[in-house]
C-alpha cells in the first residue's frame, strides 16, 4: 500500500444532487479504509459594503451549502455506517478549493455535469476540466447515470509510449491490485487524414510499442492480469468504447505547464465529455512527489470539522 493510500479521499459537494459521485466516493474511501473529507466552496464575496462583513445573497448560497453538506453526510453515514467523515466549507472558486485540497489527498472525486466544452473551461461553477488538469492527486469525474460494471472487473487505461501514459499504467496496475480487477492497454492507433500509409505494418509497430511500454510495468503486480490491444481510431471515441463496462478509463496527464486545455491534454478532455465510465485523469510524477506531507490543513483553509 502507497503513501497516497493512506491519504483521504476528497469529494466535491455541489447544491445540486450528485447522489452517483457522492456514492463512488464513500466506497472507495471504505474501500481504502481512509477517512472521507466533503468539500463545498462558495464564491467569495465579489465586493464588500463598509461595515458589512456578508451580503445576503452570499449568506444564502452559505446556507445552500451547508444543507447539502449535510444531505451528503446523511447519505454518506446510511451506506457506510462508521466511515470517518469530514465537512469543510470555504469561500473561493470551487475548483481553487478542490486543487489546494488535492495536495493532502490521495483521490479527489467529482460529479460531471456534461457540460459542453467551451462551458466546461469557461464556467465559474465547472470543476472537472479545471481540477483534472491542475490536481496534485488522480481525480475521478463520476457521470451521473449508474451503469453496470463487467464482469470480471476490468480498467482501461489509455498507451502511447509517453510519461503520462505510463503514470497511468501504473496507477491502474496499483488499483486493479487492490480491487482483484484485470487491466487493459490499450494503444490507439488513428489513420491519417490525408496520404497513404501502409497500415498492416503501422499496426505491428503499434504492437511493438505497446509491447515496450508496458513491459516490466506488471512486475511490481504480478497477480494482476494485464491484456494488451491495439485499436483502430480516434482515441477519444476508441477508449469511451473500449471502456463502456469498465471500473474506469484511466489516462494521463499532458504536463504541469501551460493553459488549462496543455496541461490535460486533448484525450482526456474528450472522455470527460464522451465517457460513460469514470474517469480517472493521473498527473505526472516526479521523485519524492507527495512524500512527506503534513496532513494537518493548509494554511488559510477553514479546518474540517470531524463528524462520524
Known sequence: MTTIRRLPVVVGIDVQDQGVALDWAADEAARRSVPLRLLHAVLPVAHHVRGVSETAHH?????????????????????????????????????????????????????????????????????TVPVSANAACPVVVVPEARRTVGQPPCLVVGVDGSASAAAALAHALDDAASRAATVRAVWVWQPPLLGSVDEPAAIESCRRQLH?????????????????????????????????RAIAVVVGRRGREGFVGMRLGSVPHGLLRRAACPVVVVPPLAPGDREGLPSEAREGEEPPSAVG
Open 59 to 127: 449568506k444564502a448560497l452559505r446556507r445552500l451549502g451547508d444543507e447539502a453538506l449535510a444531505r451528503s453526510l446523511q447519505r454518506v453515514r446510511e451506506r457506510r455506517p462508521g466511515l470517518e467523515v469530514t465537512t469543510t466549507t470555504s469561500d473561493a472558486n470551487p475548483a481553487q478549493a478542490l486543487v489546494r485540497a488535492s495536495a493532502r489527498a490521495g483521490l479527489v472525486v467529482l460529479g460531471s455535469r456534461r457540460l459542453g466544452r467551451l462551458a466546461a473551461v469557461l464556467s465559474a461553477a465547472s470543476t
Open 212 to 244: 515496450e511500454a508496458t513491459e516490466g510495468r506488471s512486475a511490481t503486480h504480478p497477480d494482476v492480469p494485464l491484456g494488451r490491444a491495439v485499436l483502430r481510431g480516434h482515441p477519444v471515441e476508441v477508449l469511451a468504447q473500449d471502456a463502456e
